[in-house]
């Protein structure tokens, strides 16, 4: 199957197994047309972060982290990290059949009050091979679950990072925060777990809302 029928075909959810990986050059390629395909309108301006998400994609040893880590894209508001999100985690199911939801903490609050499908699925994701996590810290600091108060961003990296410990699971993010901002928010323990199993890579750029 080639990429462009790929991208209009679901996607799938299997253990972490890296595949054979596709040179750099020819997954930034892919990833460039995969950010078109989600926005025909793009215009590459993060160029030096989507060579970077290539490099893991192509588990490149020139990639500029850990490739045992997962990623967070961190920059203000309207540089396009979600569609950069979005266009890594396709590719990363073309290229390695690594398939993983993408929830927002607002959406995550929602559901975390709700019992059913929604909520199952949502417990299934958090249990998958990779996982992508979506506005990191837009969240309120808590939320009411039958009269307990959570901090559902908390709860969600605290169990992520536990998959990441004991099976080597990988989550993706984005967030409008910085690192000071990301401690004051959830405490010097999370930040230091937040160091363990992300790699941090900064999305600069224009705010393509305004």
């Known amino acids: 199957m080639n990429l462009s029928d790929f991208l209009k075909s679901s996607d799938k959810r299997t253990k972490l197994q890296w595949r054979k990986a596709h040179s750099t050059e020819d997954t930034r390629a892919a990833l460039i047309q995969t950010l078109k395909h989600f926005e025909p309108n793009y215009e590459e ?8 998400l290539a490099k893991y994609i192509a588990r490149d040893e020139d990639f500029s982290g850990d490739l045992n880590k997962g990623i967070l894209m961190a920059g203000p508001t309207g540089t396009g990290k979600t569609l950069l999100l979005t266009a890594f985690k396709t590719l990363m199911v073309y290229v390695h059949n690594f398939g993983f939801k993408i929830y927002s903490g607002k959406q995550m609050e929602r559901i975390y009050q709700t019992e059913g499908e929604e909520r199952e699925k949502l417990e299934r994701a958090l249990k998958y091979a990779c996982f992508g996590f979506d506005d990191i810290g837009e969240e309120h600091n808590y939320v009411m679950v039958y009269g307990t108060k959570i901090n559902v961003g ?10 990441f410990i004991n099976h080597g699971q990988l989550t993706f993010g984005t ?4 690192k000071e901002l990301f401690k004051d928010k959830y405490g010097q323990r999370l930040d230091s777990r937040r160091s363990e199993m992300f ?8 705010d393509n809302r305004l």
């Open 45 to 52: 301006q993060h160029s030096e972060v989507v060579t970077d």
């Open 154 to 163: 908390e709860d969600v990296l605290t169990q992520r990072h536990l998959q």
């Open 175 to 178: 967030l409008n925060l910085n």
């Open 199 to 206: 790699n941090w890579m900064v999305v600069k750029g224009k």
